[in-house]
């Protein structure tokens, strides 16, 4: 089995920061890409950033040189640096991972449970 542990978010002011955390663990045996999804009241989830295993990113066009994505392997933890955030930022915030949980078998996908991060004006 396999969990993905969120931490990090809140409520901050706009023009504030927040730094998210997402820590894999169970039965892993390599973790492919990983990243941050959101989800705002009424509307759609969607992909705020992304990292490849290598450690290639790639941002939303609404989050671009606002938000950092970064990985520890080691740890195997994601992070999300969020800084100058708006209001329109604000949403549940989901990790995801893309999960070998064995040598030579097929990969999963796997999501926490959600952190709310809440933008005041």
């Known amino acids: 089995q396999v969990q993905l542990v969120e931490s990090g978010g809140g409520l901050v002011q706009a023009g504030g920061s927040l730094r998210l955390s997402c820590a894999a663990s169970?039965?892993?045996?390599?973790?492919?890409?990983m990243g941050w999804f959101r989800q705002a009241p009424g509307k759609q989830r969607e992909l705020a950033a992304a990292?490849?295993?290598?450690?290639?990113?790639n941002y939303a066009d609404s989050v671009k040189g606002r938000f950092t994505i970064s990985r520890d392997n080691a740890k195997n933890t994601v992070y999300l640096q969020m800084n100058s955030l708006k209001p329109e930022d604000t949403a549940v915030y989901y990790c995801n991972a893309v999960i070998d949980v064995s040598y030579g078998g097929p990969n999963y996908n796997f999501w926490g449970q959600g952190t709310q991060v809440t933008v005041s004006s």
């Open positions: 990292i490849t295993g290598g450690g290639n990113t």
């Open positions: 169970g039965s892993i045996f390599s973790i492919n890409a």
